[in-house]
């Protein structure tokens, strides 16, 4: 009987993470299905606010534009549910292929939680108990988290985490920071500083490895294009900063204190 074969777990085809092949980096990118979009109600980004559900990205591009690329991305969500082991096992497998295709070509690099937010360190499933970043101590790994308790705790040296700030986690942004690590905002427009950290552009490539440390990465507010999308809810609730509001806000207050001086 011949053997069903499965679907690939990683891509390349991504309009973000094929920038950084300019600099010579082949980027494996994991999209499941967020939240709990799938058949058990399992949560994949146990940290994820209101906000970010409502202008998640899984909404944006192609995943909002194709309903047989979100049906792909559900597929994945249930494969590993079903079977984390056997889910992890065909990521090595994808992997070890990968790195052999673009060997002298390119440097692979890899990001598992594109559209979760699972703490992949804690899956030691492999031989000698280890995690995906131990079988590969020489591959670079990358994700964004909003989970700032993985920023206590000793991580894979080959694996870098950006902290991603939403409404709900403003106050742990700023920690986080302060502690010297990476936080990415979402911006209507991209200020130089916030906070009274560094704006660096974040849409330039999405290789956050080769960001400066103690950095806000700024990310544009990228529009859902799925049907009867709302691209206002994520400024209403706070997960996307808004400049203008924030410069209008100032320049009420500085008003405000004018008029006060006059009487």
């Known amino acids: 009987m011949k053997a069903i074969k499965k679907k690939p777990l990683l891509s390349t085809n991504n309009a973000k993470t094929v920038k950084g092949e300019k600099l010579g980096f082949t980027t494996l990118i994991l999209y499941m299905t967020p939240y709990t979009d799938n058949s058990k109600g399992i949560n994949v980004c ?34 590993y549910l079903s079977n984390r082991v056997e889910f992890l096992h065909d990521i090595k497998e994808e992997l070890t292929k990968a790195l052999k295709k673009h060997e002298g070509k ?6 598992l939680n594109g559209t ?11 031989e000698g108990g280890k995690n995906i970043f131990e079988i590969f101590p020489d591959v670079q790994f990358y994700d964004y ?8 705790k ?16 403003h106050k742990d942004s700023l920690e986080v920071l302060k502690r010297g690590f990476n936080v990415a905002m979402v911006f209507d427009k991209l200020p130089k500083t916030f906070a009274g950290f560094k704006v660096v552009n974040g849409d330039e490539s999405d290789l956050r490895f080769l960001d400066a440390d103690n950095v806000i990465v700024g990310l544009k507010y990228k529009k859902m294009t799925g049907k009867g999308a709302d691209n206002t809810s994520a400024f209403k609730s706070g997960f ?14 500085k008003e405000n204190i004018l008029e006060l001086d006059e009487h």
């Open 116 to 126: 979760s937010d699972l703490p992949y360190e804690k899956f030691k499933i492999f």
């Open 154 to 169: 000793e991580l894979p040296t080959n694996y870098h985490l950006t902290f991603s700030r939403s409404e709900e986690n």
């Open 46 to 79: 146990s940290h994820a606010s209101k906000g970010c559900a409502s202008a998640c990205l899984v909404g944006s591009g192609f995943g909002g534009m194709y309903e047989n690329v979100n049906k792909g991305r559900r597929e994945k969500t249930e494969r």
């Open 106 to 111: 390119s440097t692979v690099v890899v990001r």
């Open 145 to 152: 988290t909003k989970n700032h308790v993985r920023f206590y």
């Open 240 to 253: 996307a900063i808004s400049i203008a509001d924030i410069k209008g806000a100032v320049k009420r207050v």
